[in-house]
């Protein structure tokens, strides 16, 4: 039984954090996965998220996200630390929850690494894809809901909270990681589908939820036999 690998990605303050939640939440409740899980069809369902899926990770994360500014993370070094948490990750978490047949949810995952290291910080994306593909084994995300939201905005949407590290970086950074994940969409429209992020957190939500129920039907034909 294989499960399926959901991830969310966007920019700062695109709302993928929150969006990953409430499906998480809805689809707790969901009739259909409730149907998938009796059947033996789908494992469970869990949420996690990069940098920081495993106890590694939340070490990590802290050393990326909040490290202090006045001693700054060299670029390859904080590509690297990705490719550490996401090695760490894949061998920990996600693997052996999809193996149980899990949906599994994640916040960020290698389009967010693409986007930041090799658009934002403008590092060699093709090593970024070598790293990736040695941090990941070859394990991709079965459905990519990227919220496109202009970088301006999204930063504009920060300002109640303490900024971390990459947060602080300049509007250009930003809006050339905006462009990278809109040149990685175009690039995989058969596994990236762009979600209208500037609307309301309620609307953007109620799309994300059709989508899945979409998924649900190509996923899970109802003429398959349970454990097909």
């Known amino acids: 039984m294989t499960g399926k690998l959901i991830v969310f990605e966007g920019g700062e303050g695109s709302g993928k954090s929150t969006q990953l939640q409430r499906l998480y939440t809805w689809l707790r409740e969901s009739p259909q996965l409730k149907q998938l899980q009796a059947s033996g069809r789908v494992g469970g369902l869990m949420a996690t998220r990069e940098p920081g899926g495993t106890a590694l990770g939340s070490q990590l994360?802290?050393?990326?996200?909040?490290?202090?500014?006045?001693?700054?993370?060299?670029?390859?070094?904080?590509?690297?630390?990705y490719a550490a948490d996401r090695a760490q990750h894949v061998a920990e978490t996600l693997r052996p929850a999809l193996e149980k047949g899990f949906w599994v949810l994640c916040d960020r995952y290698t389009d967010s690494t693409l986007a930041y290291q090799g658009y934002g910080r403008q590092l060699d994306r093709e090593l970024i894809r070598e790293l990736n593909q040695v941090a990941t084994?070859?394990?991709?995300?079965?459905?990519?809901?990227?919220?496109?939201?202009?970088?301006?905005?999204?930063?504009?949407?920060?300002q109640q909270r303490q900024a971390d590290r990459i947060e602080q970086s300049s509007l250009a950074f930003h809006q050339r990681v905006q462009a990278g994940f809109e040149v990685l969409a175009l690039a995989h429209p058969q596994r990236i589908v762009t979600v209208d992020g500037s609307r309301s957190e309620a609307a953007v939500a109620v799309q994300i939820q059709s989508l899945i129920e979409t998924q649900l039907l190509q996923w899970y034909p109802q003429n398959s036999p349970p454990n097909s």
């Open 61 to 81: 994360r802290q050393l990326l996200l909040d490290h202090d500014s006045t001693a700054p993370i060299d670029s390859r070094t904080e590509l690297l630390l």
């Open 137 to 158: 084994g070859g394990l991709e995300s079965d459905l990519t809901l990227w919220l496109k939201v202009d970088a301006e905005t999204g930063l504009s949407r920060l």
